[in-house]
Structures are given as C-alpha cells and as structure tokens.
C-alpha cells in the first residue's frame, strides 16, 4: 500500500531495489533449495525481500509523506499484528474445542471463527468512526431495501 502511494504521486523508485531482489531471489532460492527443498525456494523469495523491497519501500513512503516511524507503527503496525494474533488465537482455541467433531466440522468451525473474529476485530480496532458509521447506515439501507420489497410481495 505504501509503494502503490508512493507510485500515485508519479514517483517510480522502486524499480531498482525489485530487480535487486529479483537477482537476490533467483540466487538464494536456488542455494537453499538444494538443502532445503521447496522451504528454500521460499526462504530465498523471504530473504530478498526483506533485504530489499519490504524496508526501502516503507522507508521511502514514509518519509515522502512525512509520516513519523512511531505514529505508523502506533496507527498501522500493531493494530495488524493484534488483528493477526486475535483471528490465529480464536482460530486455534475454535479448532481445538471442535476436534471432537468430523475434520470437515472442525476446520469449518474454525474457519468461521477466524473469519468472525477478523471481522470483529476489525470493524473496532482498524475502523475509524466515520468507517463504521458508514457500514452501519449502508446495512441499514441494505436491510430496509430487503424489508420493503419483502412488504411489496
């Protein structure tokens, strides 16, 4: 999201630091996948772009923008971690309390719950007022929509 902000004011910077990784890639893949399999192609692709693209792009865009370092991760950052580590921890405990039913059952119950507790999660924690304001008023539409053409039958 920051390289594409980054890109919408016309500067194309990134180019150089995505061949980099490229090479970097290509290099680090094929090393570790002779060790490692397929983990290593995966290893190699995470290395690449931690060296390159995944620091300079935030850097740059961050400081184009005059965004300060501790209001994005305050505003940014630790909200998504805690969103993650809520739908994974909910996700987990759903799927351990339902391992008694079928596999189907439980991953569905567990997928549900990931996805609810993502859903929760975010409409409070990542949501401004004005967003969820918004959501509230298009769902009253939306039902009132569905309530009047119910009415109409």
Not at 18 to 46: H, K, Q, W
Not at 71 to 84: D, G, N, S, T, Y
Not at 98 to 127: D, E, K, N, Q, W
């Amino acid at each position: 999201a920051l390289a594409s902000a980054v890109m919408a004011t016309g500067r194309i910077v990134f180019h150089v630091p995505a061949l980099i990784s490229g090479v970097l890639n290509i290099g680090f893949s094929i090393f570790l996948a002779r060790r490692y399999g397929l983990l290593g192609v995966a290893l190699g692709t995470l290395l690449a772009q931690a060296l390159t693209n995944n620091w300079y792009a935030p850097w740059y865009a961050l400081r184009l923008f005059r965004i300060r370092f501790v209001e994005h991760l305050r505003a940014i950052v630790v909200p998504v971690i805690l969103l993650v580590a809520i739908t994974l921890g909910v996700g987990y405990v759903a799927r351990m309390l339902s391992r008694p039913l079928p596999a189907a059952a439980s991953v569905a119950v567990g997928l549900g719950s990931i996805v609810l507790a993502g859903a929760i999660s975010t409409y409070f924690m990542i949501f401004s007022e004005g967003e969820r304001r918004y959501l509230i008023e298009r769902a009253q539409q939306l039902l009132g929509a569905r309530q009047d053409r119910a009415d109409m039958q």
